[in-house]
């Protein structure tokens, strides 16, 4: 399984990519990355997992850096989230529900 983004195309998401993980026979948007306004003071990358199922304990959104940061987070948490049984295959069972 491979995670790569994809450029959102939207007037007011200048800097925001949706998080896809490319499976041998498949592609799913599992979360999203992007630059985040939060007061006029305070803009920064953040990132988040889909909550299509509940997340348990781990860590499922943050803030980083950068885009690059916030992949490599975004990674860890993925992974982290992978290691649960079971947890996966949930998770994109709920995907494609919600694709129909």
Not at 17 to 27: A, C, G, N, P, S
Not at 59 to 86: L, V
């Amino acid at each position: 399984m491979e995670l790569y983004l994809r450029k959102v195309d939207h007037p007011q998401a200048r800097d925001n990519y949706r998080v896809i993980l490319k499976t041998e026979t498949e592609e799913f948007s599992i979360g999203s990355i992007g630059l985040q306004t939060f007061t006029s003071q305070d803009t920064g990358w953040t990132w988040a997992i889909d909550t299509v199922i509940p997340l348990r304990a781990h860590i499922s959104q943050g803030r980083g850096t950068d885009r690059r940061d916030c992949m490599t987070r975004f990674k860890k948490a993925w992974q982290d989230h992978c290691r649960e049984p079971g947890w996966l295959e949930e998770f994109l069972a709920m995907k494609r529900r919600a694709r129909r």
